[in-house]
């Protein structure tokens, strides 16, 4: 930062020798660093080669006056202070001066100490201007970020984008060009009249090629025409012919190509036309567009990534209801084989007992035949209240209603108590009488059931033998407003490390097993806004128990809890 004891660079211009030398050696004495030019054209010279902070000039040159040298000065470097001497003082060329960005003037003939104030004068007029500069700088950038970071999708950023890069640039006339490699899918917008709030989008496929040279810029270029640069007459030839860029092309004047630089690589290009018209761009305005241009494109691959992982998401959904649904139907393919053996022996009693039926009533024995239809009656019960059980299960599609949740557990242990696996182990239920109602996907909650009674009677497989126990029974938490159901084994248990790891899909420590049932059942729980929690001991048994909401809520969790551990 500059300040009165720094120094700085300064080039001193003036066509009379004398003068040039006592201006030098007065600021030379200073401390500062100083160049002399002996004309305008020799003043240039050095300017294009080496940054100054100041430029003390003479205004009457022969072969360029001052105010010119000046204003060229200026398009090289616009921070430079400029500071005038004349020889002869008027109010004209005392507003002309400062008109052109002079901090100061003074007149000839000088003494040393007059030039050594002015100068000191002008580093502090100077380093102010500096400091507003940055700090309006710094205000608009910031208000900048958080009006991009505002949009919500990538058409509003690019309109954004424009919108604000027209403005900073004081400019009319623009479009906005953003690819998507991965679809070569090219989005343009044009502003046709940005202050009436008027732009025009197109969305076009794009030949790759034409993009990849583009994707490597990453400076902002300033060239002559729009109509002479291939890549635009390029491109509006592959566009059709409403949406082409055939007005903007038709434009007289240089063009601003901002890329929107992320990464390695561009994604699209800001492009700005300036007619003869219109003000020249500042340095300062190049350096605040080339950051528009750096955080349009990471903005828009924000939105990009945000929309593939939310995409991502629904299809993950979807994939989920469709396992559901499958595992529903590989349940339903496994029972099926039970039901078959289950039914078999009902039939080979219903046959047996009306062969026999029929023979004692060949033999007219009819005092006797009330043994057989008892039989006959009991098995056709039984096979009435097997196929009652059996009826949820044949829903697919997800339905909640009203359901007596003691009811539903007793027709799920009806139905499943004659299959094999549940041989030799005691189904035993504790339901709490008197249960309010839940609205539940009764079809899914017995889902849930079926998986925790089957992994118990799993965790039992060895010690079958022995008989083990697997109750079953429901609580009321009227305090939470919940309906808990618990299914306890007297199976081997789980490690902590296994406890962990159990509602993981794909986690299963079973020769056959496909690790996919808690994962399911925490599915099918949380969408019922509700809990599922398993405590374990090994060698001891485990115990889940699935928490419901009387009321639906918008969200819940779930988690696992071992014994003395608290929630995981
Ligand atoms: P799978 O039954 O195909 O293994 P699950 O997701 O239903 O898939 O179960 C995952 C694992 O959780 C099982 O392999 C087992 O190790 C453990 N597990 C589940 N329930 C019990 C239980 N009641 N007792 C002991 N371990 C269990």
Same mark, same amino acid.
Request: aromatic share 6%; hydrophobic share 40%; charged share 25%.
């Given at each position: ?14 066509? =009379? ?13 200073? $401390? ?17 080669? =080496? ?72 580093? &502090? ?26 949009? $919500? ?79 635009? /007459? ?25 890329? %929107?630089? &992320? ?8 492009? %700005?036309?300036?007619?003869? =018209? ?13 950051? %528009? ?39 339903? $393919?496994?029972?099926?084989? =039970? ?121 039992? $497989? ?73 405590? /374990? ?17 918008? &969200? ?13």
């Amino acid at each position: 930062m500059l300040s009165q004891t720094q120094s700085v660079k300064i080039l001193v211009v003036d066509d =009379e020798e004398i003068m040039l030398k006592l201006a030098c050696d007065a600021l030379r004495s200073q $401390g500062h660093q100083v160049a002399s030019a002996s004309g305008a054209l020799e003043a240039l010279d050095k300017l294009k080669q =080496e940054r100054f902070d100041f430029i003390l000039t003479d205004i009457k040159m022969p072969e360029m006056d001052g105010m010119e040298l000046i204003q060229t000065a200026h398009q090289i470097d616009p921070s430079m202070g400029a500071i005038f001497m004349t020889g002869y003082a008027s109010l004209d060329t005392a507003k002309k001066a400062i008109q052109e960005g002079a901090y100061d003037y003074i007149l000839k003939p000088f003494d040393l100490q007059e030039i050594r104030d002015a100068v000191n004068q002008a580093i &502090k007029k100077r380093e102010q201007t500096l400091k507003r500069a940055r700090t309006n700088g710094i205000n608009q950038i910031f208000e900048l970020n958080q009006k991009l970071y505002s949009a $919500g999708d990538s058409e509003s950023l690019l309109k954004l984008c424009l919108q604000s890069a027209l403005m900073q640039s004081r400019l009319k006339k623009g479009m906005i060009l953003y690819w998507r490699q991965e679809n070569n899918e090219l989005k343009i917008l044009q502003a046709k009249d940005p202050e009436k709030n008027l732009f025009v989008g197109t969305t076009a496929k794009i030949d790759p090629e034409l993009l990849a040279e583009w994707s490597q810029k990453k400076e902002v270029l300033l060239i002559k025409s729009l109509r002479d640069y291939s890549f635009f /007459s390029d491109l509006t030839r592959l566009l059709p012919r409403s949406s082409r860029l055939d007005e903007l092309l038709q434009l007289e004047g240089e063009a601003i190509l901002i890329p %929107l630089v &992320k990464a390695e690589s561009a994604c699209g290009v800001l492009t %700005l036309v300036k007619t003869p =018209e219109e003000q020249m761009l500042q340095e300062e305005d190049l350096k605040l567009l080339s950051i %528009l241009g750096i955080q349009t494109a990471i903005s828009l691959e924000n939105i990009r990534l945000l929309n593939n992982a939310q995409q991502s998401y629904r299809e993950l959904q979807s994939l989920q209801d469709q396992i559901i649904s499958l595992e529903k139907m590989a349940i339903r $393919g496994r029972i099926s084989a =039970e039901i078959g053996h289950e039914l078999n022996n009902y039939l080979t009693v219903l046959w047996g007992n009306f062969e026999i039926l029929s023979m004692k009533i060949r033999k007219a024995e009819l005092h006797s035949l009330n043994r057989q239809l008892e039989t006959i009656s009991a098995s056709l019960d039984r096979i009435k209240r097997f196929a009652d059980g059996l009826m949820d299960f044949s829903a697919l599609k997800a339905e909640k209603k009203e359901c007596d949740i003691n009811d539903l557990i007793q027709r799920t242990l009806l139905f499943i108590k004659p299959q094999n696996i549940f041989k030799n182990i005691s189904l035993v239920t504790e339901l709490k009488p008197n249960l309010p109602h839940l609205v539940v996907d009764a079809g899914q909650i017995q889902q849930v059931l079926y998986n925790l009674l089957n992994n118990a009677a799993d965790a039992m $497989g060895k010690r079958k033998g022995e008989g083990g126990t697997i109750t079953v029974g429901t609580d009321y938490h009227p305090e939470k407003e919940s309906v808990e159901i618990w299914v306890k084994d007297t199976g081997k248990g789980m490690t902590k490390d296994q406890l962990e790891k159990i509602f993981q899909t794909g986690f299963t420590t079973k020769e056959f097993g496909h690790g996919m049932g808690l994962s399911i059942c925490r599915k099918i729980v949380e969408d019922h806004n509700g809990t599922i929690q398993a405590e /374990s001991q090994l060698n001891k048994g485990t115990t889940f128990r699935v928490k419901l909401p009387l009321k639906r809520k918008d &969200k819940d969790t779930s988690s696992t809890t071992s014994e003395g551990q608290g929630q995981l």
